[in-house]
């Protein structure tokens, strides 16, 4: 694994790459996540079919944090961008929730570059208290922690990590900057995140992904997310199955964060090779 910068779209972008000899396979994160929020899923083996490509969208990681420009579109040229200096013209194309959204957003504004999409709990439709539910995973962010161990502490008690897995370390140590006093803070903040929602709520999502042309799996994740109820009902996400040309579901193990990790990484990886083979 190697972590890099380039310049795209008038930002710095971090990517983590995943080195193999397989095929690209481009993953893009959630709202509030990083790079290595796939970490779960190549340590249940996924790099060893593909070579595994992970940014940190811009306002999240270690990518730049402008003061606007949160549009889809933005985010797509800053994509675009990372797809053109990999030196690949076509990728096989993945994302969780928000970048599930830009997964589909691409393969129709774009379609050149994406050959297949794997799509994980993104969909026409979300469960109707969808943003009260992802409030939830916003309580650890604008927040200043004693150190790590304290902010590890706060998350662990978050209601979705119905159990603790090694890779999730890596990810909210990824989520997090020192400070010189030893303290850590998110390095997402509330202001960009709350401008990238309402980019993707100006956007007419049922209209997008009917237009998807690409061969397409929508993993589910089947578990109860918060508040009792899981973030995608199933019955939404086989409803836009339905909607698209050639696409087909696969329910997982695991809520909306643990899909990635665990017993769900490893459903996860499953139907993902199965779908795109090696």
Same mark, same amino acid.
């Not at 811009?58 to 040229?77: I, M, W």
């Not at 979705?160 to 030893?182: C, H, I, K, Q």
């Given at each position: 694994?190697?972590?890099?910068?380039?310049?795209?779209?008038?930002?710095?972008?971090?990517?983590?790459?995943?080195?193999?000899?397989?095929?690209?396979?481009?993953?893009?994160?959630?709202?509030?996540?990083?790079?290595?929020?796939?970490?779960?899923?190549?340590? +249940?083996?996924?790099?060893?079919?593909? =070579?595994?490509?992970?940014?940190?969208?811009?306002?999240?990681?270690?990518?730049?944090?402008?003061?606007?420009?949160?549009?889809?579109?933005?985010?797509?040229?800053?994509?675009?961008?990372?797809?053109?200096?990999?030196?690949? &013209?076509?990728?096989?194309?993945?994302?969780?929730?928000?970048?599930?959204?830009?997964?589909?957003?691409?393969?129709?504004?774009?379609?050149?570059?994406?050959?297949?999409?794997?799509?994980?709990?993104? +969909?026409?439709?979300?469960?109707?208290?969808?943003?009260?539910?992802?409030?939830?995973?916003? #309580?650890?962010?604008?927040?200043?922690?004693?150190?790590? &161990?304290?902010?590890?502490?706060?998350?662990?008690?978050?209601?979705?990590?119905?159990?603790?897995?090694?890779?999730?370390?890596?990810?909210? =140590?990824?989520?997090? &900057?020192?400070?010189?006093?030893?303290?850590?803070?998110? =390095? #997402?903040?509330?202001?960009?995140?709350?401008?990238?929602?309402?980019?993707?709520?100006?956007?007419?999502?049922?209209?997008?992904?009917?237009?998807?042309?690409?061969?397409?799996?929508?993993?589910?994740?089947?578990?109860?997310?918060?508040?009792? &109820?899981?973030?995608?009902?199933?019955?939404?996400?086989?409803?836009?199955?339905?909607?698209?040309?050639?696409?087909?579901?696969?329910?997982?193990?695991?809520?909306?964060?643990?899909?990635?990790?665990?017993?769900? +990484?490893?459903?996860?990886?499953?139907?993902?090779?199965?779908?795109?083979?090696?």
């Amino acid at each position: 694994m190697t972590e890099n910068f380039i310049a795209v779209n008038n930002i710095n972008l971090h990517y983590v790459d995943h080195h193999s000899d397989g095929p690209v396979l481009l993953l893009l994160h959630g709202l509030t996540a990083n790079a290595h929020a796939f970490d779960g899923l190549i340590a +249940a083996g996924l790099n060893e079919h593909y =070579r595994v490509i992970c940014p940190d969208l811009r306002g999240n990681g270690l990518s730049d944090k402008p003061a606007f420009c949160y549009t889809v579109e933005e985010h797509v040229q800053d994509i675009l961008g990372l797809i053109s200096h990999l030196g690949e &013209e076509k990728v096989y194309l993945g994302g969780h929730s928000f970048g599930g959204y830009l997964a589909y957003y691409i393969a129709v504004t774009y379609p050149a570059v994406a050959s297949r999409l794997v799509v994980l709990d993104a +969909a026409a439709s979300l469960n109707p208290k969808a943003a009260e539910m992802l409030s939830k995973s916003l #309580s650890r962010l604008d927040i200043t922690y004693h150190n790590f &161990e304290a902010y590890i502490d706060h998350v662990k008690k978050a209601p979705y990590l119905t159990f603790w897995d090694p890779a999730m370390r890596s990810y909210y =140590r990824a989520d997090v &900057e020192d400070l010189p006093n030893g303290h850590v803070k998110p =390095r #997402s903040n509330l202001m960009a995140i709350t401008e990238k929602s309402m980019a993707l709520a100006a956007i007419d999502w049922p209209t997008i992904i009917e237009q998807v042309e690409q061969p397409t799996i929508l993993l589910n994740a089947l578990d109860n997310y918060t508040m009792g &109820e899981p973030l995608l009902p199933d019955e939404l996400a086989k409803d836009t199955v339905a909607m698209m040309k050639h696409a087909q579901y696969a329910g997982v193990d695991g809520n909306h964060q643990t899909m990635l990790y665990g017993a769900g +990484a490893k459903e996860t990886v499953k139907n993902m090779v199965g779908f795109l083979g090696i």
